[in-house]
């Protein structure tokens, strides 16, 4: 046997934290959003396919190196989201939630056709810049790196106290003379060059396509979700436990005596789904969050 | 109810009804429009007379002088095909290898002096719209014939709709053996898993001489499902012992790892991962990450310009099964090639090779036939026999499969190399 099952168990865990390290990524963009604004930007996704392909266009047809596409990305995604927040949602902010939301999955869908469209629906791959184990290594360090730097940013500076106090109360926010348009736009900014991080480095190690920021970007969501929507440190710990939860539904198989087992890759997503609602019904704010008190 | 709603909810009623006669749901019980002329079709040709020696036609010969019912404009074939979406790139070969016959029998006179119009669809390599396209083909264009798919699943999703319409229905492609099992007007011009799965399991147990294997296949695609079945069933049957259980993945995931770490725990010598290329692609890069020495294998679904581009170095060393090698010496082959080349400017796949010997099967069947009536083409292309194509000398049998020889093709260096060539069994 190659490897015992300690070392089996160690490198699916190593598997786990670099998927959850890819959501965790994208996760934080979510938080950030729905901590400001309070809506769940749907488009998030689609930033981080976009990253991807202003990643991929920088190294194929520019022949940049890569650390420049990832720059690129850097700025091209907060760009995008900003022009996403400007005509699409800010228009909205006194509308009803659910306005906010349609047109979210409104702007999600049309990133994408708009995609297909211009790069046609078929995969397109990286040349070989990396190789995949130092990838690996890369993407998880970077989330990490991000997480930490976003949770510093939140909790250690004047824009941080700036943002959390707009996500706790936008109106006396407003009132103590916190400008919440810039606000709302820094954290838009933050998560979209997290995601655009994310997007690029992903594209790298699988290929890029117009529609590949939907699984991401709804695992990313259920992440961000599980762990406590809102907070930076949720998405992080939210991200982990979807990485353990995804690689174990894929990958362990319950033995049924003899030569039968029980492989649970069949039921993957539906086991992932099923821990989640199961998780959310003992901890509707998610692992790491708190109940809020409605002071009335 | 006050007079301004009222007139917005009829403006409302109405807009919503022209979209819908606009977007066409096609009446269910659209009566079947004869296609068949008024002069009833010559006594029909259909029936063998010629014995499982005799060709009942190959090539252009016969065609433009085939005796035709006059009163026929012209002959209306349909292609339902993934040309955009992650299987593109069989759509695409296959639909320019179709125009490319379709092109060589029109200019040399059609058949009967009839030019064949092609009505080519695509379904975005999804089966819902498989199933759509072949809907509008039937009932807005009113094809007498119908060239699709590539991918089983989605010949599966259009088989029915095309049996119940009476239509013939040519898959050049679609391996997964329960296509032509939906009905009499459904029919192949390749193999099928049953011998394609036994290929490559004794390709893998005797030349590669392997003694384990573990299968990985994408559980949402017919093909690659019944495909690993097959593979599983004669390896052990050889003496080939399966392990790391049931592996399985949907289609559209990306990440493998999960799977292949609990592979590689099983170290074996190699990995059958029956699914498409855009998928093994990812599998193949992954395979080394995760410590994994097997050689990957796997069926046609390999056969893409694409794979080398996705999987990049990882493409090297992997095998698997296909209709054909176009490096193959013989004219028949090398015409094709050049012709395609020239039209087209890329060299052709198998899948392309394959849609453009079922063009020519359809013209030879609507030739015997003499007409379009669709029962008398049914006929004709159940009597083909001794068909001699790009793809080989094939006829098509009683379940309307073809019985073909199989090549083994590896990767090496980037680019396609024969391995090995399997005659019908």
Same mark, same amino acid.
């Given at each position: 046997?190659?490897?015992?099952?300690?070392?089996?168990?160690?490198?699916?865990?190593?598997?786990?934290?670099?998927?959850?390290?890819?959501?965790?990524?994208?996760?934080?963009?979510?938080?950030?959003?729905?901590?400001?604004?309070?809506?769940?930007?749907?488009?998030?996704?689609?930033?981080?396919?976009?990253?991807?392909?202003?990643?991929?266009?920088?190294?194929?047809?520019?022949?940049?190196?890569?650390?420049?596409?990832?720059?690129?990305?850097?700025?091209?995604?907060?760009?995008?989201?900003?022009?996403?927040?400007?005509?699409?949602?800010?228009?909205?902010?006194?509308?009803?939630?659910?306005?906010?939301?349609?047109?979210?999955?409104?702007?999600?869908?049309?990133?994408?056709?708009?995609?297909?469209?211009?790069?046609?629906?078929?995969?397109?791959?990286?040349?070989?810049?990396?190789?995949?184990?130092?990838?690996?290594?890369?993407?998880?360090?970077?989330?990490?790196?991000?997480?930490?730097?976003?949770?510093?940013?939140?909790?250690?500076?004047?824009?941080?106290?700036?943002?959390?106090?707009?996500?706790?109360?936008?109106?006396?926010?407003?009132?103590? &003379? @916190?400008?919440?348009?810039?606000?709302?736009? =820094? #954290?838009?900014? +933050? $998560?979209?060059? !997290? %995601?655009?991080?994310?997007?690029?480095?992903?594209?790298?190690?699988?290929?890029?396509?117009?529609?590949?920021?939907?699984?991401?970007?709804?695992?990313?969501?259920?992440?961000?979700?599980?762990?406590?929507?809102?907070?930076?440190?949720?998405?992080?710990?939210?991200?982990?436990?979807? &990485? @353990?939860?995804?690689?174990?539904?894929?990958? =362990? #198989?319950?033995? +049924? $005596?003899?030569? !039968? %087992?029980?492989?649970?890759?069949?039921?993957?997503?539906?086991?992932?789904?099923?821990?989640?609602?199961?998780?959310?019904?003992?901890?509707?704010?998610?692992?790491?969050?708190?109940?809020?008190?409605?002071?009335? | 109810?006050?007079?301004?709603?009222?007139?917005?909810?009829?403006?409302?009623?109405?807009?919503?009804?022209?979209?819908?006669?606009?977007?066409?749901?096609?009446?269910?019980?659209?009566?079947?429009?004869?296609?068949?002329?008024?002069?009833?079709?010559?006594?029909?040709?259909?029936?063998?007379?010629?014995?499982?020696?005799?060709?009942?036609?190959?090539?252009?010969?016969?065609?433009?002088?085939?005796?035709?019912?006059?009163?026929?404009?012209?002959?209306?074939?349909?292609?339902?095909?993934?040309?955009?979406?992650?299987?593109?790139?069989?759509?695409?070969?296959?639909?320019?290898?179709?125009?490319?016959?379709?092109?060589?029998?029109?200019?040399?006179?059609?058949?009967?002096?009839?030019?064949?119009?092609?009505?080519?669809?695509?379904?975005?390599?999804?089966?819902?719209?498989?199933?759509?396209?072949?809907?509008?083909?039937?009932?807005?264009?009113?094809?007498?014939?119908?060239?699709?798919?590539?991918?089983?699943?989605?010949?599966?999703?259009?088989?029915?709709?095309?049996?119940?319409?009476?239509?013939?229905?040519?898959?050049?492609?679609?391996?997964?053996?329960?296509?032509?099992?939906?009905?009499?007007?459904?029919?192949?011009?390749?193999?099928?898993?049953?011998?394609?799965?036994?290929?490559?399991?004794?390709?893998?147990?005797?030349?590669?001489?392997?003694?384990?294997?573990?299968?990985?296949?994408?559980?949402?695609?017919?093909?690659?499902?019944?495909?690993?079945?097959?593979?599983?069933?004669?390896?052990?049957?050889?003496?080939?012992?399966?392990?790391?259980?049931?592996?399985?993945?949907?289609?559209?995931?990306?990440?493998?790892?999960?799977?292949?770490?609990?592979?590689?725990?099983?170290?074996?010598?190699?990995?059958?991962?029956?699914?498409?290329?855009?998928?093994?692609?990812?599998?193949?890069?992954?395979?080394?990450?995760?410590?994994?020495?097997?050689?990957?294998?796997?069926?046609?679904?390999?056969?893409?310009?694409?794979?080398?581009?996705?999987?990049?170095?990882?493409?090297?060393?992997?095998?698997?099964?296909?209709?054909?090698?176009?490096?193959?010496?013989?004219?028949?082959?090398?015409?094709?090639?050049?012709?395609?080349?020239?039209?087209?400017?890329?060299?052709?796949?198998?899948?392309?090779?394959?849609?453009?010997?079922?063009?020519?099967?359809?013209?030879?069947?609507?030739?015997?036939?003499?007409?379009?009536?669709?029962?008398?083409?049914?006929?004709?292309?159940?009597?083909?026999?001794?068909?001699?194509?790009?793809?080989?000398?094939?006829?098509?049998?009683?379940?309307?499969?073809?019985?073909?020889?199989?090549?083994?093709?590896?990767?090496?260096?980037?680019?396609?190399?024969?391995?090995?060539?399997?005659?019908?069994?």
């Amino acid at each position: 046997m190659h490897g015992g099952l300690a070392q089996q168990v160690v490198e699916q865990a190593f598997n786990a934290l670099f998927n959850g390290s890819v959501w965790a990524l994208i996760a934080v963009g979510y938080s950030m959003v729905y901590g400001v604004l309070k809506l769940i930007n749907f488009a998030h996704g689609e930033v981080f396919m976009v990253g991807a392909f202003v990643g991929y266009l920088a190294v194929v047809e520019l022949h940049w190196p890569w650390m420049a596409g990832l720059g690129l990305a850097m700025v091209a995604c907060p760009l995008l989201a900003l022009l996403i927040e400007r005509a699409a949602y800010r228009p909205l902010r006194a509308a009803p939630r659910l306005a906010a939301l349609i047109t979210a999955i409104g702007v999600s869908l049309l990133l994408q056709n708009l995609a297909i469209r211009i790069f046609s629906a078929e995969p397109k791959g990286y040349p070989r810049l990396l190789s995949d184990s130092a990838l690996r290594l890369v993407i998880i360090g970077t989330a990490i790196a991000c997480t930490v730097a976003l949770h510093e940013v939140v909790h250690r500076t004047q824009v941080g106290t700036a943002i959390r106090a707009v996500s706790h109360d936008r109106e006396a926010a407003a009132l103590m &003379g @916190i400008n919440v348009n810039r606000i709302v736009a =820094i #954290a838009f900014v +933050l $998560g979209s060059a !997290a %995601a655009g991080v994310a997007g690029v480095l992903y594209g790298m190690y699988y290929n890029v396509e117009p529609l590949m920021g939907f699984r991401p970007g709804l695992y990313a969501f259920v992440a961000a979700v599980l762990g406590g929507i809102g907070s930076v440190r949720g998405a992080a710990v939210g991200g982990l436990a979807l &990485g @353990i939860l995804l690689v174990a539904a894929s990958s =362990i #198989a319950i033995p +049924l $005596g003899g030569e !039968a %087992a029980l492989e649970l890759s069949k039921y993957k997503t539906t086991i992932t789904f099923l821990v989640l609602t199961a998780a959310l019904l003992f901890r509707p704010a998610g692992l790491l969050g708190r109940g809020q008190v409605q002071k009335l | 109810m006050s007079g301004p709603t009222r007139y917005r909810i009829a403006l409302v009623a109405l807009l919503l009804t022209a979209l819908v006669a606009v977007g066409g749901c096609p009446p269910s019980a659209a009566p079947k429009e004869p296609v068949s002329p008024a002069v009833p079709p010559p006594p029909s040709k259909t029936k063998a007379t010629s014995g499982p020696e005799e060709s009942t036609g190959s090539g252009l010969s016969g065609l433009a002088t085939a005796q035709f019912a006059p009163n026929v404009p012209d002959i209306k074939v349909g292609a339902y095909l993934a040309l955009s979406g992650p299987q593109a790139t069989f759509g695409q070969s296959t639909r320019k290898a179709i125009e490319l016959a379709a092109d060589e029998i029109n200019a040399a006179g059609g058949i009967g002096s009839k030019q064949i119009t092609l009505i080519v669809k695509d379904d975005r390599s999804r089966k819902e719209d498989a199933a759509s396209c072949v809907r509008m083909l039937i009932d807005q264009d009113k094809v007498d014939a119908i060239l699709g798919e590539v991918a089983s699943s989605n010949s599966l999703a259009a088989a029915p709709l095309c049996q119940e319409a009476g239509v013939p229905m040519i898959t050049p492609s679609s391996t997964n053996p329960r296509v032509t099992q939906v009905g009499d007007c459904i029919f192949r011009v390749c193999f099928i898993d049953d011998f394609q799965g036994e290929v490559m399991a004794r390709f893998v147990r005797n030349t590669l001489q392997a003694q384990k294997a573990a299968i990985l296949t994408d559980l949402a695609n017919d093909y690659s499902v019944g495909l690993g079945k097959r593979f599983r069933e004669v390896f052990t049957e050889l003496g080939g012992q399966i392990v790391a259980g049931d592996t399985s993945y949907a289609e559209g995931d990306k990440d493998f790892s999960g799977p292949l770490t609990k592979i590689a725990a099983a170290d074996p010598d190699v990995l059958f991962v029956p699914g498409y290329y855009t998928d093994v692609a990812l599998v193949a890069k992954q395979a080394r990450t995760h410590g994994l020495r097997a050689t990957i294998c796997g069926g046609d679904g390999y056969d893409s310009s694409k794979l080398v581009e996705l999987a990049g170095e990882a493409a090297n060393g992997l095998y698997f099964s296909d209709h054909c090698w176009k490096g193959d010496p013989s004219p028949t082959v090398r015409n094709f090639y050049q012709a395609y080349q020239a039209k087209h400017g890329a060299e052709p796949d198998a899948l392309a090779a394959l849609g453009y010997d079922a063009m020519y099967v359809l013209a030879h069947a609507f030739a015997r036939a003499g007409s379009t009536d669709k029962a008398a083409v049914r006929d004709a292309l159940a009597g083909t026999r001794e068909f001699a194509g790009v793809t080989g000398t094939f006829s098509i049998d009683a379940q309307r499969n073809a019985k073909k020889a199989a090549v083994v093709l590896t990767i090496k260096d980037g680019a396609q190399a024969l391995a090995e060539t399997i005659p019908a069994d």
